[in-house]
């Protein structure tokens, strides 16, 4: 079993920028090859994806929409996710979730994978 716990959400003015984190923890004996990824869903809408990374390689792929704004990172020795929101905006307002999918590969890695282990999510609010 692999937990996750995201924290880092909150209130943030729009134009302003915000950093989640997510700690995983437990029976991962082979943490370099996760798919990590982080998700949100906003209010009356679906969960979407919308940034993966490939724990092994780092390598890191980003839903169209958040591309340029969005920025997925890893430190891998303390098994910690990052994503970093820059000029956020009310369409940030969301639940953002971390997640993870074992893998043994990266070319499936992307934001549109169905994982295993969830997050119990971080709300992020903006204001204008």
């Known amino acids: 079993q692999v937990q996750l716990v995201e924290s880092g959400g909150g209130s943030v003015q729009a134009g302003g920028s915000l950093k989640l984190s997510c700690q995983a923890s437990g029976s991962i004996s082979t943490y370099s090859r996760y798919c990590m990824g982080w998700f949100r869903q906003a209010p009356g809408s679906e969960r979407e994806g919308v940034a993966s990374l490939y724990n092994g390689l780092g390598t890191t792929k980003y839903a169209g929409s958040v591309k340029g704004r969005f920025t997925i990172s890893r430190d891998y020795d303390n098994k910690i996710l990052y994503l970093q929101i820059a000029r956020v905006g009310p369409e940030d307002t969301a639940i953002y979730y971390c997640?993870?999918?074992?893998?043994?590969?990266?070319?499936?890695?992307?934001?549109?994978?169905?994982?295993?282990?969830w997050g119990q999510g971080t709300q992020v609010t903006v204001s204008s």
């Open positions: 997640a993870a999918l074992p893998m043994s590969y990266d070319d499936l890695c992307d934001p549109d994978m169905s994982p295993t282990y």
